[in-house]
Nanobody
Framework: QVQLVESRGGLVQTGGSLRLSCAASGGTFSRYDMGWFRQAPGKERELVAAITRSGLTTSYVDSVKGRFTISRDNAKNTAYLEMNSLKPEDTAIYYC????????????????WGQGTQVTVSP
């Protein structure tokens, strides 16, 4: 059983930055591919970024490419999502999850989820 705890999100202005972290416990973190998802009101949950267990390969949804960076520190059992140049359309609840990088866009491929953290970007 893996437990994931996201850091607190927050309210930022357009163009601002925010860094989310996801602390894992209860398993061997370095064995897991990780993903960050988000869900805005009335919309489906979508993959924002994913990273392999080694950290060597990453993937991003087109809308965040060049603005967001996913990373991980296996020694600290923590994954990160650095978000820059934030836009109002980035407003959502953000979730980290443990899953299969090969099926990274499929939420059903993720076995464990954090509780989610709200990110709000004001115009």
């Amino acid at each position: 059983q893996v437990q994931l705890v996201e850091s607190r999100g927050g309210l930022v202005q357009t163009g601002g930055s925010l860094r989310l972290s996801c602390a894992a416990s209860g398993g061997t973190f370095s064995r897991y591919d990780m993903g960050w998802f988000r869900q805005a009101p009335g919309k489906e949950r979508e993959l924002v970024a994913a990273i392999t267990r080694s950290g060597l390969t990453t993937s991003y949804v087109d809308s965040v490419k060049g603005r967001f960076t996913i990373s991980r520190d296996n020694a600290k059992n923590t994954a990160y999502l650095e978000m820059n140049s934030l836009k109002p359309e980035d407003t959502a609840i953000y979730y980290c999850a443990v899953g299969d990088y090969g099926r990274r866009r499929d939420a059903a491929a993720y076995d464990y989820w954090g509780q989610g953290t709200q990110v709000t970007v004001s115009p």
